[in-house]
């Protein structure tokens, strides 16, 4: 599954965190941090809250924007866990943002999507996860895979998700089996290949 190099919210230090694990790092006092993703540890935080309640309820009225959402309201969380830990990392060229991508039933539709230009609705197979949020603010909405969408690196064990940091500050890096595959700078939005000797963390 990927591992995610973020800040993490609780301690405030730099955590390699998995999907279903805890964040390793100590307190002066010696305590483990324990911190888990909001959903995983069935406690999230308000701007996760909200995305849940939008991605989970239908709607009415003049929508001004696309948006998906699953009936179920219990398996928003089971889809973000699922797609944290299966998902692979996508470049969204049109949105111009990282996100991980997985279709947990193959093609089978498990949400639907609205159009806000013409209120067209639309069965749709994929979770999103993008990868441009804070650790604690991560969160999901539905789709299909789309011609914009680009595969950077298939699901796999070896997958480090890096946040931007002093070492890159405004990039976004991919890392497989510790060594840096892809780059992407969501200020001037450009990709490339990070340095295979680079000082990365």
């Known amino acids: 599954m990927p591992l995610f190099e973020y800040r993490c919210p609780n301690c405030g230090q730099t955590s390699l965190l998995d999907p279903v694990g805890s964040c390793t790092n100590t307190f002066n006092n010696g305590t483990v941090c324990g911190y888990q993703f909001p959903l995983q540890s069935g406690c999230a935080n308000s701007k996760v809250t909200k995305k ?62 609205i159009y806000a230009q013409d209120c067209h609705v639309l069965d749709v197979s994929g979770v999103v996860m993008p990868l441009n949020s804070k650790l604690q603010n991560t969160h999901i909405h539905f789709n299909n895979y789309e011609n914009h969408f680009v ?45 295979v000797s680079g000082d990365h963390p």
């Open 151 to 195: 595969e950077i690196a298939p699901e796999s064990e070896d997958i480090v998700i890096q946040e931007p940091s002093p070492t890159h500050p405004d990039e976004y890096w991919v890392l497989s089996g510790a060594k840096p595959i892809f780059s992407w700078n969501h200020v001037t939005q450009h990709s490339g290949v990070p340095p």
């Open 52 to 113: 849940m309640e939008k991605h989970t309820t239908l709607q009415t009225g003049v929508v001004d924007s696309d948006y998906s959402w699953v009936d179920d309201t219990g398996q928003y969380p089971v889809y973000q866990l699922d797609v944290a830990k299966y998902g692979s990392v996508h470049l969204d060229t049109e949105r111009n943002y990282l996100f991980l991508w997985r279709a947990p039933k193959g093609p089978t539709s498990i949400a639907k999507l």
